[in-house]
């Protein structure tokens, strides 16, 4: 059972940087980082998007279109820590953040939807 806490959200002018972290941890026998970790987010009124995805050794990335070029994803597998560098914020990207996971594998490829998620960190852009 893999367990997720987001932090780093808050609030940001247009432009702004801001940098999630992922801290995971597992109840059970397995090392968190054998789990792929992907980072959804949500905006009032909208639907769940994936957003970017990170493969148990890092070597495989996934973004979708919207944060392409402006987010990265990252992980530092001696920590058990997933980031997120967000650059050049909009407001659009306004939402609850939250990181999941799954021994999927690079499950915002197919659509899959991972097992295990975190409760959420807020992220606002706004002027």
Not at 82 to 107: E, I, K, S
């Amino acid at each position: 059972q893999l367990h997720l806490e987001e932090s780093g959200g808050g609030f940001v002018q247009p432009g702004g940087s801001l940098r999630l972290a992922c801290a995971t941890s597992e109840v059970g026998t397995l090392s968190p980082a054998v789990y792929t970790i992907g980072w959804f987010r949500q905006a009032p009124g909208k639907e769940r998007e994936g957003i970017s995805c990170v493969s148990n050794d890092g070597g495989d990335t996934y973004y979708s279109e919207s944060v392409k070029g402006r987010f990265f994803i990252s992980r530092d597998n001696t920590k058990n820590m997933v980031y997120l560098q967000m650059d050049n914020l909009q407001p659009d990207d306004t939402g609850v953040y939250y990181c999941a996971g799954d021994l999927y594998g690079m499950f915002m490829k197919t659509g899959y939807l991972p097992e295990w998620w975190g409760q959420g960190t807020q992220v606002t852009v706004s002027s």
